[in-house]
């Protein structure tokens, strides 16, 4: 907002004109003339509700829902004596252009206040009980048409699909995609990467059931609402021990290490390897990071045993793997 009249005062009579003006020109609906006029009046500090009220109106009427979007979150964030006429502003706004979902968080937020007048708790309770089908309304489409689209993302093979539309399920009620994500989570075509992401979903929400997950042929019997969360992995904490050393003397190593670790459990989960491999594992790591402080493209025979030579390899394959899908 263009604040260069700001220390300059206007004279009664031509913030009068001025109003006049503007009211008139979005009363005969001339909203890009009105806008200017409300533009030049809070450009020198006149911030009446009425005023801006009839700036926000005049970018509804316009079209520029983004920017009308934007001041009215402004306007709230001000938190002066207009919040709540502001906030049924806004929660109209987006009623209008059928943010249904959008209305009911901002209503749930606000009529959690003792501190609204009653005249307009009365209007923000009726918005909010004529938005609350809608909203489910929405949300009931909404699944439908997310659902229909992974069906056929998993029928194809689009993996970069598959992987959007699993992401968007975060925060929402996954039950009508639970039949689907057992034939998933069982697909050797589906990516590791995709599955861990489902596992996730169903350990968010407490899913009670055993599904079986396959990766790399291996497969797994699991139950996300006791199978241990991926941080929180036996093997993955006994690994962060055999490196906690390296936090204090080489923090940028062990940052390294960390962020290799990461990756390789994050495309194995819910595998993982077992306890009697952990030596192999972290020396192997170790080795990588080394590996990449010098700059060297080619892992020497001679590094270590064979066995850690193997396990190297097989991790940098991973990475290759979680970075196929994975956006850092």
Same mark, same amino acid.
């Given at each position: 907002?263009?604040?260069?009249?700001?220390?300059?005062?206007?004279?009664?009579?031509?913030?009068?004109?001025?109003?006049?003006?503007?009211?008139?020109?979005?009363?005969?609906?001339?909203y890009?003339?009105?806008?200017t006029? @409300? *533009?030049?009046?809070i450009?020198?500090?006149?911030?009446?509700?009425?005023?801006?009220?009839?700036?926000?109106?005049?970018? =509804?009427?316009?079209?520029?829902?983004?920017?009308?979007?934007?001041?009215?979150?402004?306007?709230?964030?001000?938190?002066?004596?207009n919040?709540?006429?502001?906030i049924?502003?806004?929660?109209?706004?987006?009623?209008?252009?059928?943010?249904?979902?959008?209305?009911?968080?901002?209503?749930?937020?606000?009529?959690?206040?003792?501190? =609204?007048?009653?005249?307009?708790?009365?209007q923000?309770?009726?918005?909010y009980?004529?938005?609350?089908?809608l909203? *489910?309304?929405?949300?009931?489409?909404?699944t439908?048409?997310?659902? $229909?689209?992974?069906?056929?993302?998993?029928e194809?093979?689009?993996?970069?699909?598959?992987?959007?539309?699993?992401?968007?399920l975060?925060?929402?009620?996954?039950?009508?995609? =639970?039949?689907?994500?057992?034939?998933?989570?069982?697909?050797?075509?589906?990516?590791?990467?995709i599955?861990?992401?489902?596992?996730?979903?169903?350990?968010?929400?407490?899913? *009670?059931?055993? @599904?079986?997950?396959?990766?790399?042929?291996?497969?797994i019997?699991?139950?996300?609402?006791? @199978?241990?969360?991926?941080?929180d992995?036996?093997?993955?904490? !006994?690994?962060?021990?055999?490196?906690?050393?390296?936090?204090?003397?080489?923090?940028?190593?062990?940052?390294? !290490?960390?962020?290799? =670790? *990461?990756?390789?459990?994050?495309?194995?989960?819910?595998?993982?390897?077992?306890?009697?491999?952990?030596?192999?594992?972290?020396e192997?790591?170790i080795?990588?990071?080394?590996?990449?402080?010098?700059? $060297?493209?080619?892992?020497?025979?001679?590094?270590?045993?064979?066995?850690i030579?193997?396990?190297?390899?097989?991790?940098?394959?991973?990475?290759?793997?979680? @970075?196929?899908?994975?956006e850092?």
């Amino acid at each position: 907002m263009n604040e260069q009249h700001n220390n300059i005062v206007l004279f009664p009579k031509q913030r009068q004109e001025l109003e006049q003006t503007a009211f008139y020109a979005m009363q005969e609906k001339k909203y890009e003339k009105a806008l200017t006029f @409300f *533009d030049q009046l809070i450009d020198y500090g006149v911030n009446d509700q009425e005023v801006v009220l009839g700036k926000l109106t005049s970018l =509804i009427e316009l079209g520029r829902q983004r920017e009308a979007e934007e001041m009215c979150e402004e306007l709230i964030a001000q938190k002066d004596e207009n919040y709540f006429s502001y906030i049924n502003v806004y929660a109209t706004f987006l009623f209008q252009f059928h943010k249904h979902k959008d209305v009911a968080q901002l209503l749930e937020e606000a009529l959690s206040s003792k501190k =609204i007048p009653t005249a307009l708790r009365s209007q923000l309770e009726k918005l909010y009980d004529v938005n609350q089908p809608l909203v *489910d309304e929405q949300i009931e489409q909404e699944t439908k048409i997310t659902k $229909r689209e992974l069906v056929e993302a998993f029928e194809i093979n689009d993996t970069l699909a598959q992987w959007h539309l699993v992401n968007h399920l975060q925060n929402t009620d996954i039950v009508p995609y =639970i039949k689907l994500f057992e034939q998933m989570l069982k697909s050797e075509n589906v990516h590791p990467v995709i599955k861990t992401v489902i596992v996730g979903l169903l350990q968010a929400k407490s899913i *009670d059931q055993d @599904f079986k997950v396959i990766k790399f042929g291996a497969e797994i019997m699991i139950n996300p609402s006791t @199978f241990p969360f991926m941080s929180d992995h036996p093997f993955r904490e !006994a690994l962060r021990k055999e490196l906690a050393n390296y936090e204090q003397e080489n923090p940028t190593f062990y940052q390294l !290490a960390e962020q290799l =670790i *990461d990756r390789y459990f994050y495309v194995l989960y819910p595998l993982s390897p077992e306890m009697s491999e952990l030596n192999v594992i972290k020396e192997a790591i170790i080795a990588i990071v080394q590996t990449s402080f010098e700059q $060297r493209n080619i892992i020497p025979e001679d590094d270590g045993s064979k066995k850690i030579t193997t396990m190297m390899n097989q991790m940098i394959e991973i990475e290759k793997i979680y @970075f196929s899908i994975m956006e850092e």
